[in-house]
């Protein structure tokens, strides 16, 4: 166990004095969680941008998409530069579409199973960036209070101690060394806090998002399905 001094009666309770006094364990657990806390603010602005731009792309190709443009002239259109969010279930609709009858394909029901499945493979892409990084969010926001507790538990163990070796229990000595350790859960709690409630809302704008897009996936198969209905009816005849 490490050890540790008490401080003297009187001394200096600032959050900045309590960190050097603490012992090299406590230390740690306090820079893991500070640092774990910067990397969540970070992972939050990142997100709210990314989310606001997503929003933002949605819009701008349902208002392109529903305004009377041909398929044909949106995919050239789209399939020169890179692609998200509705942008991309589409091109990847009208990709397999076009190698499908370029190919001469003659199964309708085969041709729209494998639309199907190339929309939800460029869903699940779109979804997999939408919700990456937010599972280091549900991570911090479970794990840090523990850590700030195991931290508090250090602190007050070597506090005791040092308090046995003085064999003095006057609380000017024992309050800065309790406090030292209860300052690792507070940290703890000022991680995990923000990082629970950043999860959760992000989480729901993500599904949001989701929503959209398979909204979107569900609506361009039915145009689609229309469609090889139609072209098989006119082979046929």
Known sequence: MESVTLA??????????????????????????????????????????????????????????????????????????????MGSIFVAAMREWKKSFEKGARSPIGLQTRIDKAMDLALTREMERLEGKLGFLASIGSSAPFIGLFGTVVGIMTSFQA?????????????PG???????????LLAAIPAVIAYNKLSSDAAKLGGRMEGFADEFSTILSRQIDEKVAVKAA
């Not at 309790?178 to 703890?188: D, H, K, R, V, Y």
């Open 8 to 85: 003297a009666p009187g001394g200096e309770l600032s959050i900045w004095a309590l960190f050097w006094q603490a012992g090299w364990v406590v230390k740690l657990v306090m820079i893991g969680l500070l640092a774990a806390s910067v990397w969540t603010w970070a992972i939050v602005v990142d997100k709210v941008i990314a989310y606001g731009r997503m929003q933002t792309a949605l819009n701008r190709f349902e208002k392109t998409f529903w305004s009377g443009q041909s398929l044909e002239e949106l995919y050239r259109a789209l399939s020169e530069r890179k692609t998200t969010g």
């Open 178 to 188: 309790i406090a030292e350790a209860l300052l690792a859960t507070a940290m703890g």
């Open 163 to 175: 308090i046995a070796g003085s064999k003095s229990t006057n609380l000017a000595v024992v309050a």
